[in-house]
């Protein structure tokens, strides 16, 4: 397919990518890649970081990668430096890292919410305040900050307290940080992706069953979104003709926000009594 952007306004640029060794994340990193963008990352998993890495690599960019848990400050501040000492300042700082389960309130222990909370909303806090010095603001359209929230932090949804107060707060502090930097030519923003095929996220938060005779959920784009899709929102809001856009939230969803927690819930249930019958299962 053509693309909509200067083919070369990203060659050279630096993207640093938390959480961006699996699934959407990945998917971004590829997409910026793709545009000639060299790309770092970290994630838990030594052997994930390695992967991806190669994989950037392989679209002939550079790439570099570090071990970091996006819940510790320091780990972050650390992958975050030698990013930067390898491939100069960041144009573009994206926010991916989350943890997810499907459990009610009640199902879950004071720690498993502090969890989520840890990893979605403060590690989204630690990677934006640590990366905030090594930003590049001298381009004419600013520095792009972008954190990847979900419909989560906009619609509430049984069975997932923990990341829908989470994702909320995601979206309060990018427009909060939006406020604060702008004036420092830093663009704050956030995307929520709504079901993206091949992810994580759609293993967890669904069932094959619902999967395969749903195709999409009944969204009114009726299929599941790609990650391709997400990176092109993300290269759109980096790019110049964003460059008066700040402290949005912009779905990527096939218009799932539109049917409110609808389908989503039916799912999520699905997928909760399919996890119930498995441990059970296991436990028999
Ligand atoms: N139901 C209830 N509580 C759960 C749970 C579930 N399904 N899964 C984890 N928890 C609880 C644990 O019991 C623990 O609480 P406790 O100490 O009171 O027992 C707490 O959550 C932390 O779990 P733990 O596995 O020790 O944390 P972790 O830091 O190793 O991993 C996640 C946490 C969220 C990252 C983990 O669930 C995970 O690996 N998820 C896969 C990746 C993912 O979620 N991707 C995003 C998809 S949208």
């Keep these: 397919m053509p693309h909509l952007f200067d083919p070369d306004y990203f060659r050279g640029k630096h993207v640093f990518i938390a959480g961006g060794t699996t699934g959407i994340n990945q998917g971004i990193g590829h997409g910026f890649a793709r545009m000639g963008a060299n790309i770092s990352t970290c994630s838990r998993k030594a052997e994930n970081v390695e992967a991806a890495i190669a994989g950037f690599k392989s679209e002939g960019v550079d790439a570099i990668g570090a071990t970091a848990d996006v819940r510790d400050y320091e780990q972050v501040a ?9 491939l100069g300042p960041i144009d573009v700082l994206i926010s991916g890292a ?54 989560q932090g906009l619609i509430p949804y049984g069975l997932q307290s923990h990341v829908c107060a989470a994702k909320a707060g995601v979206e309060m502090l990018a427009q909060c940080l939006a406020v604060e930097w702008g004036p420092l030519n830093v663009r704050v923003n956030t995307i929520v992706p709504g079901p993206i095929a091949d992810t994580e996220g759609m293993r967890r938060l669904s069932t094959d069953e ?3 005779k749903d195709a999409g959920m009944g969204l009114p784009i009726q299929r599941y979104g790609t ?20 402290g949005i939230s912009l779905p990527v ?17 699905a997928a909760f009594e399919a996890s119930k019958q498995a441990s059970n299962q296991a436990g028999s």
């Design 78 to 86: 650390y992958a975050l430096k030698t990013a930067v000492q390898s």
């Design 98 to 151: 989350a943890g997810n389960f499907v459990v009610p309130a009640l199902g879950m222990s004071a720690n498993a919410f502090k969890t989520v909370m840890d990893i979605d909303l403060q590690g989204t806090f630690n990677v934006f305040r640590a990366g905030h010095e090594h930003l590049n603001t001298d381009s004419p359209s600013g520095a792009s900050c972008i954190a990847i929230s979900a419909p």
């Design 210 to 212: 619902v999967r395969k």
């Design 227 to 246: 990650k391709q899709e997400i990176a092109d929102a993300c290269i759109f809001l980096s790019s110049p003709a964003a460059a008066y856009i700040t």
């Design 253 to 269: 969803d096939g218009g799932c926000l539109l049917m409110g927690a609808g389908r989503m819930q039916e799912s999520l249930n």
